[in-house]
Structures are given as C-alpha cells and as structure tokens.
C-alpha cells in the first residue's frame, strides 16, 4: 500500500515547530499583532511594543505596505492596520460555518453530560434548531433540524434573550407569552426575572416549560461584537438532567458555547 501523508506539509517536513518556522516572518506577524492591537503606533513606539530595532520595523512596515497590510497615517506618522489586512482576514469569516465549527464542541458536550447536545439559533423570533448530537440513551430528547419553538418556553432561546437589550427583548415577545405547561413563563416580569438569573449564572434553564417531564441548560454563543447569535443547550428527561446538577451541567455547557464561540471569533461580552 502506498505511503500516505499530509498534503498539508512538504515530504520532508519532522513535526518539530522549532525547526519548521521562519524566523523573519515569525517576527514580522508579531509586529503586525501588535499594530492590530492598538489603535495606531509611532515606529519608534511599534518598535519598543514589539521589542526590535527601529530599523527591522520600518522593513517590515514597508513590506507589509507594499501589500496593503498597514498604513501610514503622514499627519500624525502613526501606522494602522490596512485595508489588505481586512481582505486577508475576512477569509476567516467563510470557513466559520457555525454547524461545522460546532459539532466538535457538541460531541463532547454530549459525552461529558450524557445528555444530547443541540444548537439554535433565534429567527423571526423563534428558536429554530440547526443540529444535534443525540446522547446513546433509551429516553431522549430530539429536536430535528427545523424545528421551531418560542423563544420564552426554549433553554436556547431564553440564553439569547438573557443577553439582548431590552428593546430587542420586548420587540421578541410583543406577540404574548402563550403557555405550554404549568411551568410555561407567561407574565413578562416573571421573565425578566428569569433572564436576569440566567445572565448572572452565564447559563438559562428550560424547567419543564415547553414540555412537561423534560429539561434544557443552555448557553450563548456570542460574535465578534459581543452579542449573542446562537445557543448551546442540553435536554433530557428530569428524572436524569435534574436541577441538583444544574450547576454542574450548566458549566460544561457555559463552557462548550464559550469554546464555540472562540472558534468562530466571537468574544464574550464583560
């Protein structure tokens, strides 16, 4: 059988980082880090940030212009990230599918709770559900992808709305409350409350509010503006995912959203 290997890398390439970088680039991405950074550096201030010489920089700066990856601003002699750099980057932004960029993080959210693991996202004002990763158990819960629910009785849809301004939480729920079971939210105050919790604590609970005998722990996925665009959650039987190990679920998957949402180039809101 033929030798196979990483076309990713030359034949020649031993998995040793020291030995496989370029130095010169390896110094020229630092200072281009470090002017990203920052809202406009002096050479002499890029210089001492970056911690080389002057006349290293000002090689780099030239280079990295040539291609539009920095400018100079001539009034104030201050260098800034250019219009190259952008182009480069947003390149990013069309492998950040966020299913693909999920699916490992809800594979192992599903292990590490034994719980199946599902993503939403908020569209005209529902919840409506993208994937799953369905724990091995007898009893679970299962969401397709298209189904819809309303955002108030949903885990997910309670983790957006625990992060979104007001106004945008009262244009969600203008159309009413509609109650889906005795534990069904239903008075705007009482959801508030709720959402408030729910921020405090990272996390939103689904205490049997869509439907009776199941539960939901869920948590945002953020942007790169620091708002919330899609939700992590977990759901099971109350039997097993019971509110003793609401804090316990609740952190891995606070912790799986936050993962996501580093994948993706989002930032979580201070």
């Known amino acids: 059988m033929a030798e196979t290997r990483n076309r990713g890398r030359p034949r020649a390439f031993h998995d040793r980082t020291e030995q496989n970088t370029?130095?010169?680039?390896?110094?020229?991405?630092?200072?281009?880090?470090?002017?990203?950074r920052s809202d406009g550096l002096t050479l002499s201030e890029l210089a001492?940030?970056?911690?080389?010489?002057?006349?290293?920089?000002?090689?780099?700066?030239?280079?990295?212009q040539s291609h539009g990856f920095?400018?100079?601003?001539?009034?104030?002699?201050?260098?800034?990230?250019?219009?190259?750099?952008?182009?480069?980057?947003?390149?990013?932004?069309?492998?950040?599918?966020?299913?693909?960029?999920?699916?490992?993080?809800?594979?192992?959210?599903?292990r590490k709770s034994g719980e199946t693991a599902n993503l939403g996202v908020e569209d005209k004002g529902e919840v409506?559900?993208?994937?799953?990763?369905?724990?091995?158990?007898?009893?679970?819960?299962?969401?397709?992808?298209?189904?819809?629910?309303?955002?108030?009785v949903s885990g997910i849809g309670k983790a957006l709305l625990a992060f979104l301004p007001l106004a945008r939480l009262l244009e969600l729920t203008v159309r009413g409350l509609p109650s889906f079971t005795p534990a069904s939210l239903t008075d705007i105050g009482a959801l508030d409350q709720d959402l408030r919790e729910s921020r405090k604590r990272g996390y939103a609970i689904d205490n049997e509010e869509r439907t009776e005998g199941m539960r939901c722990i869920a948590?945002?996925?953020f942007n790169a503006h620091g708002e919330p665009v899609a939700g992590l959650s977990i759901s099971g039987p109350v039997f097993r995912l019971t509110l003793d190990r609401a804090e316990e679920m609740g952190a891995l998957v606070k912790?799986?959203?936050?993962?996501v949402t580093e994948a993706t180039g989002g930032r979580v809101p201070g």
């Open 22 to 36: 370029v130095q010169s680039l390896d110094r020229a991405l630092a200072i281009l880090g470090v002017l990203a």
């Open 219 to 221: 948590a945002p996925i």
């Open 255 to 259: 912790a799986a959203a936050q993962s």
């Open 48 to 64: 001492q940030a970056a911690d080389q010489s002057p006349a290293t920089v000002y090689r780099v700066l030239t280079t990295f």
């Open 128 to 152: 409506l559900f993208l994937t799953q990763v369905e724990t091995h158990e007898a009893i679970r819960a299962f969401f397709p992808p298209g189904t819809r629910s309303p955002m108030h």
């Open 70 to 110: 920095v400018e100079l601003e001539t009034d104030a002699q201050c260098w800034h990230i250019g219009a190259g750099a952008f182009r480069t980057g947003s390149a990013f932004l069309r492998r950040t599918a966020l299913v693909d960029r999920a699916r490992g993080a809800m594979q192992t959210l599903m």
